[in-house]
């Protein structure tokens, strides 16, 4: 019986596995079937793979037709495999050479004319397909600018089915990329615009030298989303295998611009409070998609009016904020995704928020209830905490500009170059990152500088892991400073960044 195969990619998370698709033509009634643990989108791919085939020039085989996707239990989801599958049947009645085929990636959804759409997770699943062994990929024309990010494989692209049976019988060539131009500077706010809050731009500038998480109270119109947002501007641009990190989750989550899709600045992500739970974290049925924060990967999650979003979605961030990553158990398997964001919270005093204090009309319990969705284990992984108070008058801040970003961000890269030399042997790359045993115990302080954290202790206003955390803003103050180590006035300032109230 004829038989011929083809390979495509499927998706668990961002890690792409290479599925291998088999095509056997057999006697009997004319039927399809499609066997490898299919979703409900793969199984109509033998109704569009049909119709395309048969409105490319190309004969459909009568008999059965068995499809096979291998590994057998693995989920396969999504219609990029529908130009694997047409490919394979074709060579399987001979109406094209299997020769091309041989070490050949294919990727896409075909439309019933035979014309090739885009699909997601191309980069991810040609990284897969490069360290499997495979030496070239076939991806429609609009993933050819994300698919030529990968390095070492041989990638062209094709806009219908006709173009790729036509380069199989080596009667024409196809779509080569395009050489890489230079991204357009990602358009950041500036941290000029923003009048006042001394206090609030310092911590926002530790907070970007050390990765720290950050607590923005205040009224409203004080500036806390707007020093938010000038957060990216401060933090390094990322790092080559960041940055192909980074695309990779945009591109499973269908996100990437078509003309530059290398993702090299930051990200800033900030979702509206009335988001829900499986859209912050992650999820869907089937296997779970890439959640809001794992969109902030390696960028800054910005949660505005944050005691509105309650206390299921914030807490659901407790563990994450602790392990870089979301695990996300579903019917049809476990998927893992990076999440290694830098949180910045911001909530009014109260919920009447009025621009003065002296003119709430809030009860002390109606506060203290405000305030609590905002809870202790949450807040005790927020390493800075800062009021923000109300303007009294902009006209006093006219005649010395603000600094700009560019100022700030030159001492954020300055110290986080001291922390990325101190901490290289171990693989990490800024402060907060450190392991608090590690700090105790390697690069432990002279115990005068840690008295004020042992006298906390022992009052019950600090955890142990509040005194983790604020070792390491100590060490990230120190870093902005120049100096060697922590001195007592660090590790001090440290506690009081902590110890400020929200309300």
Not at 145 to 163: F, I, K, N, P
Not at 330 to 345: D, H, N, S, W
Not at 399 to 425: F, G, I, M
Request: hydrophobic share 45%; charged share 20%; proline share 8%.
């Amino acid at each position: 019986m004829p038989h011929a195969k083809t390979w495509s990619v499927a998706l668990l998370g961002i890690e792409g596995r290479v599925v291998e698709i088999e095509a056997d033509l057999g006697g009997g009634l004319s039927r399809v079937t499609l066997v490898g643990l299919p979703d409900a989108g793969l199984r109509e791919a033998k109704d569009r793979v049909r119709s395309a085939v048969r409105n490319s020039g190309q004969s459909w085989p009568d008999g059965k037709i068995t499809l096979a996707l291998s590994p057998a239990n693995l989920p396969k989801m999504g219609s990029g495999y529908d130009l694997g599958i047409a490919a394979a049947v074709l060579a399987a009645i001979g109406a094209v050479p299997a020769r091309k085929l041989l070490h050949t990636i294919l990727l896409g959804e075909l439309a019933l004319d035979g014309r090739i759409r885009p699909v997601r997770g191309v980069l991810p699943g040609l990284l897969a397909a490069k360290a499997a062994g495979h030496e070239r990929a076939v991806v429609p024309t609009e993933s050819l600018v994300e698919a030529a990010l990968v390095d070492g494989l041989e990638v062209s692209g094709v806009t219908r089915l006709a173009e790729l049976i036509a380069w199989l019988k080596d009667e024409a060539d196809l779509e080569l990329p395009a050489a890489p131009t230079a991204a357009a500077p990602a358009e950041v706010p500036d941290l000029a615009d923003v009048v006042g809050q001394p206090e609030a731009r310092w911590a926002l500038e530790v907070a970007a030298a050390g990765g720290h998480h950050l607590l923005l109270t205040g009224p409203p119109g004080v500036g806390k989303s707007m020093l938010a947002r000038r957060l990216p501007g401060l933090l390094p641009d990322l790092a080559p295998a960041e940055s192909l990190e980074v695309t990779a989750i945009h591109s499973v989550d269908g996100s990437l611009s078509k003309s530059s899709p290398l993702v090299t600045v930051p990200p800033f992500v900030a979702p509206h409070h009335s988001i829900s739970p499986p859209a912050l974290i992650g999820g869907g049925t089937g296997l779970a998609a890439p959640g809001a924060i794992s969109r902030a990967h390696r960028g800054v999650l910005f949660l505005d009016e944050a005691c509105e979003f309650g206390n299921q979605r914030l807490d659901s961030l407790r563990t994450v904020m602790e392990e870089g990553e979301v695990r996300i158990a579903r019917a049809k398997g476990v998927v893992c995704y990076p999440a290694q964001f830098q949180l910045v919270l911001a909530t009014n005093p109260c919920p009447c928020a009025p621009p003065r204090e002296t003119d709430c009309t809030c009860s002390v319990t109606t506060r203290r209830r405000y305030l609590s969705r905002l809870s202790g284990p949450l807040l005790d992984r927020v390493d800075l905490r800062v009021r923000l108070r109300p303007l009294t008058a902009i006209s006093a801040h006219q005649s010395t500009a603000p600094e700009p970003s560019s100022t700030v961000r030159a001492r954020v890269l300055a110290a986080r170059d001291r922390a990325k030399h101190r901490w290289h042997e171990h693989g990490w790359l800024s402060n907060t990152e450190v392991p608090g045993p590690v700090l105790r115990r390697d690069f432990a302080l002279p115990p005068p500088a840690t008295a004020v954290l042992d006298r906390a202790l022992d009052r019950g206003l600090l955890t142990a892991r509040g005194a983790d955390r604020c070792l390491r803003i100590a060490w990230t103050l120190a870093d902005l400073a120049a100096l060697p180590q922590p001195d007592t006035d660090h590790v001090t300032a440290a506690l009081d960044f902590r110890e400020r109230k929200t309300g």
